[in-house]
Structure formats: structure tokens, C-alpha cells
């Protein structure tokens, strides 16, 4: 079962301005995290944020959390050619009594063209 | 170089033939995990395991197997029952530490039956 769904499915757009991506997702969570994957590789974990803060930034990035709304966004700003990849959000959520069993997202398809 | 590997980047097998795929890592991370992705398509979870000699089922483990003998490796079996083999697979690992919870991948195995 799939817990995330990002918004948009694709998103195209130039060098330099910003991009937002958006995750919806259904139950209550520890931890939500984002990751990247280029095309036919593995993914990198990004950035995590826990259901107790509203905001995180790392570098160029810039999480937000509204648990109230089950959502999360990801900004990243000043976009660059290399940050063209696919993008996912992942739920961290109380499972069983497990820890770390992610739920992924659909994903997100950055382009950034040149 | 710390790090998780998987062997082989692709993979052809005929039909009604198992197939395993090698997972490593030398993270020292108690948790491995076996996710399959389809094209366009988020990540489901096959098996994850959070100790040695224990394993769990996730999502989707009909038609998989897997083997926790050695911290370090977490093979993963693509058997006949599996209906619909060809995709692409990820390994990946985690500490279960509170504040590392970020799981870390390997390169993935494209698997083609025909």
C-alpha cells in the first residue's frame, strides 16, 4: 500500500527558479522524509522531518509539515540543471511495533531545463 | 568507503527460473530491506529485516524469499510463483537509532525475465 501521493506527477521548469512539490499522505507518522532518485539509480535520502516540527531547511531545500492536514512540501530553491530527478516523500509510521518501515510516495519527475 | 552494494546492476533470467539478488552493506546498520519499483512507479516493500535471523513480509512478498545469516548481507530470491518478475530492485539499510532514521540504498538490480 502506498501511504504518500505527490502533486504534481511531472513538473518542468527553468534554471534558477523554484520548484515545489507537494505529499498527501493518510495516517499518523513519526517522521516524514524526502529522497531523490535520479533516473535508474538508487534514491538519497534528503531531508527528515518529525510530526513534531513544522519546518526544516537544508540548503537549498525546505521542507514544511502540516500534520493537521496530513500534507508535507518540498522546496527547492534556485533550481539547477542537476537537480533534474525524481522526487519522493516517505512516511515513517507506527507500524506493528516496527521502526523505520517507510511508506513511499508516487513520486514527483523534476526537469530542470537548462 | 562505507556503503551498500548490490550485484548485479542488471539481470536476465528465462522464465520458471529462480534468480538471487545480493545485497551488502558495510553500514553496520541492524536493519536491510528489499524494495521492488516499477516504471513510473513509487517504492513497495518485498521483505525488511531488523536483526539478524529475523525477517518480515511487507507489501508485496508472495512469489520472494529472503535470508538473514550475516549482519552485513540480506540476499533476496526471486522464485517461479512470482507472476510478474521484471522490475527493478533496491536494497537498502538503516540504524534504528532515533535521529538516523534515514535509510540509506544500493544502486538496484534491473531484473528482465523472458
Known amino acids: 500500500s502506498q501511504q504518500g501521493e505527490e502533486d504534481p506527477q511531472a513538473l518542468s521548469i527553468q534554471e534558477g527558479e523554484n520548484a515545489t512539490m507537494n505529499c498527501s499522505y493518510k495516517?499518523?507518522?513519526?517522521?516524514l522524509q524526502w529522497y531523490r532518485q535520479n533516473s535508474g539509480r538508487g534514491l538519497v535520502h534528503l531531508i527528515l522531518?518529525?510530526?513534531?516540527?513544522r519546518e526544516k531547511h537544508s540548503g537549498r531545500l525546505r521542507v514544511t509539515l502540516d500534520t493537521s492536514k496530513k500534507s508535507s512540501s518540498l522546496l527547492i530553491t534556485a533550481s539547477r540543471a542537476a537537480d533534474t530527478a525524481s522526487y519522493f516523500c516517505?512516511?515513517?509510521?507506527?507500524?506493528?511495533?516496527?521502526?523505520?518501515?517507510?511508506?513511499f510516495g508516487t513520486g514527483t519527475l523534476l526537469a530542470v531545463q537548462p | 568507503d562505507g556503503g551498500i552494494t548490490q550485484s548485479p546492476k542488471y539481470l536476465f533470467r528465462k522464465e520458471g527460473q529462480n534468480v538471487t539478488l545480493s545485497c551488502e552493506q558495510n553500514l553496520n546498520h541492524d536493519a536491510m530491506y528489499w524494495y521492488r519499483q516499477d516504471p513510473g512507479q513509487g517504492l513497495r516493500l518485498i521483505y525488511y529485516?531488523?536483526?539478524?535471523?529475523?525477517?518480515q513480509k511487507g507489501d508485496i512478498a508472495e512469489g520472494y524469499s529472503v535470508s538473514r545469516e550475516k549482519k552485513e548481507s540480506f540476499p533476496l530470491t526471486v522464485t517461479s510463483a512470482q507472476k510478474n518478475p521484471t522490475a527493478f530492485y533496491l536494497c537498502a539499510s538503516s540504524n534504528k537509532e532515533t535521529g538516523k532514521e534515514e535509510q540509506y540504498f544500493g544502486p538496484g538490480t534491473r531484473l528482465t525475465v523472458t
Open positions: 522531518i518529525r510530526s513534531n516540527e
Open positions: 495516517t499518523s507518522i513519526n517522521n
Open positions: 516517505a512516511t515513517d509510521a507506527p507500524y506493528g511495533g516496527a521502526t523505520n518501515k517507510l511508506i
Open positions: 529485516s531488523q536483526i539478524v535471523n529475523d525477517f
